[in-house]
C-alpha cells in the first residue's frame, strides 16, 4: 500500500507541475504552443 500511494503522489507531483509550467509559458511568459512544445521536449534531454 505504501509503494502504491508513493507512485500515486509522485505522478501526481509530476502532472501538476508540468501542467504548471505549461500554463507559466503559455500565458504569463507568452510563448507560442510551438515554443511550449519545443521548451517541454527540451526539458526531457
Known amino acids: 500500500m505504501r509503494r502504491t500511494a508513493f507512485i500515486a ?3 501526481a507531483l509530476i ?3 508540468t501542467t504548471t509550467g505549461i500554463i507559466n509559458e503559455r500565458v504569463i511568459a507568452g ?3 510551438e515554443q511550449v512544445l ?6 526531457r534531454r
Not at 519545443?38 to 526539458?43: C, D, K, T, V
Request: aromatic letters at 20%; a neutral charge.
Open 38 to 43: 519545443h521548451a517541454r521536449l527540451l526539458g
Open 15 to 17: 502532472l501538476f507541475f
Open 31 to 33: 510563448m507560442t504552443w
Open 9 to 11: 503522489d509522485t505522478v
